[in-house]
Nanobody, 126 residues
Framework: VQLQASGGGLVQAGESLRLSCSGS????????MGWFRQPPGKERQFVAR???????TNYADSVKGRFTISRDNKNTVYLQMNSLKPEDTAVYYC?????????????????????WGQGTLVTVSS
């Protein structure tokens, strides 16, 4: 499985940005895909996840109502980020959890995810 993230950049607070993650290979079509982020000097944090089959989603409390995760029918996942804040500044990573799936209760743990893409930097200026 290979994941390729893109779409990062520099924006001002209150603006929007959309990240993309294109995946290929293996059992990706039946996977759960997600986004994590790693702010400067901090640990990697769960942001959102989506089931490629069924489309069920979960979000971190810090992004609920501002970020939306979605997918198309070609194993590409998007993260629409609205009303961005300086504290959203981070390297954003996409990840995939392929069958057998990790427990939902462990989705915030990086160890629950099987594959990772390279990061894309999002910088939000105040």
């Amino acid at each position: 499985v290979q994941l390729q993230a893109s779409g990062g950049g520099l924006v001002q607070a209150g603006e929007s940005l959309r990240l993309s993650c294109s995946g290929s290979g293996g059992t990706l079509g039946r996977s759960v895909m997600g986004w994590f982020r790693q702010p400067p000097g901090k640990e990697r944090q769960f942001v959102a996840r989506i089931r490629l089959i069924g489309g069920g989603t979960n979000y971190a409390d810090s992004v609920k109502g501002r970020f939306t995760i979605s997918r198309d029918n070609k194993n590409t996942v998007y993260l629409q980020m609205n009303s961005l804040k300086p504290e959203d500044t981070a390297v954003y990573y996409c990840a995939a959890d392929v069958p057998p799936y990790a427990f939902l209760s462990s989705m915030a743990s990086t160890s629950a995810w099987d594959y990772w893409g390279q990061g894309t930097l999002v910088t939000v200026s105040s």
